[in-house]
């Protein structure tokens, strides 16, 4: 994917939404969503090559693959939760937006529980050796 390719469909895909909404409110607000889908379609392909890179990544740092499997989710859930908050706001929809938002600081937060716990576990074992 080319950078040419994302800015000439954002740009079309702009002037047609905004076009379309002097016209009519809802197919202008179609056309946006419509843009914004077929730009995370153009997005897909490229998550492939950046998870491979990043399992390659862990494989040298010989980092747990629940480490790295964990911090993909959470970025994943980072790219959704503005995603979908942008397109409530685009929507007019601010109220649901935040909500969103909330919603994807908890699961990201769940996600990454189990990593804060061992990571408790070994501070705690730490201090308790030098303290002892």
């Known amino acids: 994917m080319d950078m040419v390719q ?21 197919h202008g607000l179609l056309v946006g969503l ?34 790295t499997g964990r911090a993909i989710r959470v970025l994943g859930l980072a790219c959704l939760t503005e995603a979908g908050s942008r397109i409530c706001r ?6 649901i937006a935040l909500k969103v938002e909330l919603c994807g600081r908890v699961l990201m937060l ?10 408790l576990e070994v ?3 730490v201090l308790g050796e030098l303290s002892g």
């Open 34 to 67: 419509a843009t914004g889908c077929l730009l995370l379609v153009m997005l897909l392909g490229q998550t492939e090559e950046l998870g491979g890179f990043l399992r390659e990544l862990a494989g040298e740092g010989s980092l747990s693959a629940a480490y």
């Open 110 to 119: 769940c996600a990454m529980l189990p990593a804060l716990r061992e990571l």
């Open 6 to 26: 994302v800015l000439g469909v954002g740009v079309v895909g702009t002037l047609l939404a905004v076009t379309l909404s002097r016209i009519n409110g809802t």
């Open 90 to 95: 685009d929507g007019g929809q601010g109220n």
């Open 123 to 125: 501070t705690r074992t």
